[in-house]
Nanobody, 114 residues
Framework: QVQLVESGGGLVQPGGSLKLSCAAS????????MGWYRQPPGKQRELVAV???????NYEDSVKGRFTISRDNAKNTLYLQMNSLNPEDTAVYYC????????WGQGTQVTVSS
């Protein structure tokens, strides 16, 4: 099965930026819609951004205008550019298909704090 490995998280101050990466072990981006999900502390995992096979993107309302999802099919890598981060964005971030059916990776922790 395809493995997913997220990276790029860290500690950032409010208003800062981070770019997350998700490396897939197989060529799936041209076959499946892909999404970035996050799980805030003590809450359920939620879908925040989707990129369709054709390239159309969609975002959860709270991240619209701040987050940008993209992909590099040749590198089998999915990205999430996050700008204007605020403490409510603190979460473990994961990538998966949309809807999700692959095994979840370990995720990458994003902490927004001063």
């Amino acid at each position: 099965q395809v493995q997913l490995v997220e990276s790029g998280g860290g500690l950032v101050q409010p208003g800062g930026s981070l770019k997350l990466s998700c490396a897939a072990s197989g060529s799936i981006f041209s076959v499946y819609h892909m999404g970035w999900y996050r799980q805030p502390p003590g809450k359920q995992r939620e879908l925040v951004a989707v990129i369709a096979t054709g390239g159309r993107t969609n975002y959860e309302d709270s991240v619209k205008g701040r987050f940008t999802i993209s992909r590099d099919n040749a590198k089998n890598t999915l990205y999430l550019q996050m700008n204007s981060l605020n403490p409510e964005d603190t979460a473990v971030y994961y990538c998966n298909t949309s809807p999700s059916f692959l095994s979840w990776g370990q995720g990458t922790q994003v902490t927004v704090s001063s």
